[in-house]
T-cell receptor, first 113, second 113 residues
Framework: NAGVMQNPRHLVRRRGQEARLRCSPMKGHSHVYWYRQLPEEGLKFMVYLQKENIIDESGMPKERFSAEFPKEGPSILRIQQVVRGDSAAYFC???????????FGQGTRLTVV | EDQVTQSPEALRLQEGESSSLNCSYT??????LFWYRQDPGKGPEFLFT???AGEEKEKERLKATLTKKESFLHITAPKPEDSATYLC??????????????FGKGTTLSVSS
């Protein structure tokens, strides 16, 4: 039973390019969460999605960032026109329901040069 | 504002030297408190969930406890392989918020032989 799969594991983008991060939740999980971990800081919640719906995006920057979780396929976190401050580790987690534990992926480390 | 504070930031122990990590929280409507372990370059790995004051959970050399204001992660006779960053997180608010978590910054534990 595969865990939460994220790809790519490492992503390098030049300033102004777009970054697309993918997350496949655990089998049977329909709740997906994205977190960002900046150096020397804790994990910060960005967005919570269920299939085809954004439930809570209170932690996501208003501009340049978007997320989706289509009916078929992985969840995508999209960052347009990346800046150096976007360099961070981005983690995806999934859960079976609205309570209980969330399982995390290994993360995507984004470096903006 | 919901907040999670972990102390100490870093802890160095000798193998076999027991100690405790602290997680204090200020949240409205606690639904659960979680402990995760994170190794460098990896995603958080679930350890425990605690739901109510007085609850305790154990796993090998680790024991987690919960009061109304804080949680402790007790490490008994640690080994070098216990070296990692330990993250505390809380789930708060209505069920509609899903399992979105508020994380502390973590305690980095180093155990030397």
């Amino acid at each position: 039973n595969a865990g939460v799969m994220q790809n790519p594991r490492h992503l390098v983008r030049r300033r102004g390019q777009e970054a697309r991060l993918r997350c496949s939740p655990m089998k049977g999980h329909s709740h997906v969460y994205w977190y960002r971990q900046l150096p020397e800081e804790g994990l910060k919640f960005m967005v919570y999605l269920q299939k085809e719906n954004i439930i809570d995006e209170s932690g996501m920057p208003k501009e340049r960032f978007s997320a989706e979780f289509p009916k078929e396929g992985p969840s995508i976190l999209r960052i347009q026109q990346v800046v150096r401050g976007d360099s961070a580790a981005y983690f995806c987690a999934s859960s079976l329901g609205t309570t209980g534990r969330a399982f995390f992926g290994q993360g995507t480390r984004l470096t903006v040069v | 504002e919901d907040q999670v504070t972990q102390s100490p930031e870093a802890l160095r122990l000798q193998e076999g030297e027991s100690s405790s990590l602290n997680c204090s929280y200020t949240v409205s409507g606690l639904r659960g408190l979680f402990w995760y372990r994170q190794d460098p370059g990896k995603g958080p790995e679930f350890l425990f969930t605690l739901y109510s004051a007085g609850e305790e959970k154990e796993k090998e050399r680790l024991k987690a406890t919960l009061t109304k204001k804080e949680s402790f992660l007790h490490i008994t006779a640690p080994k070098p392989e216990d070296s990692a960053t330990y993250l505390c997180a809380v789930q708060a608010g209505p069920n509609q918020a899903g399992t979105a978590l508020i994380f502390g910054k973590g305690t980095t534990l180093s155990v030397s032989s």
